[in-house]
């Protein structure tokens, strides 16, 4: 099962607006992906009401995975995308 470590860098978090960026960017992908806190359970990356359940703030680390051994590379996309101002998307 891929994983990948990340830290939330939108500086307001993972709000309504960058949430719904971010879930069209994890469905946009053809693996299913999930996000959790470090110490928390995984949610669908791509249901932006389950993102902001998270209530993630910025400087936040989380852990994106799959259980397609093939999704490396959209899990790196999506943790790149975590390290912008998603508010600007």
Do not use: W, Y
């Not at 830290?7 to 053809?30: I, N, W, Y």
Request: with cysteine.
């Amino acid at each position: 099962m891929p994983e990948r470590h990340a830290t939330v860098m939108c500086s307001q978090g993972l709000h309504a607006r960058p949430a719904a960026a971010f879930a069209r960017a994890a469905a946009a992908t053809d693996h299913r992906i999930t996000i959790r806190k470090t110490d928390g359970n995984p949610v669908s990356a791509n249901s932006m009401l389950m993102l902001m359940s998270l209530g993630l703030k910025e400087g936040e680390a989380v852990i994106l995975a799959s259980d397609d051994e093939t999704a490396g590379p959209s899990l790196d996309r999506l943790v790149a995308l975590l390290a912008t101002e998603l508010d600007e998307q």
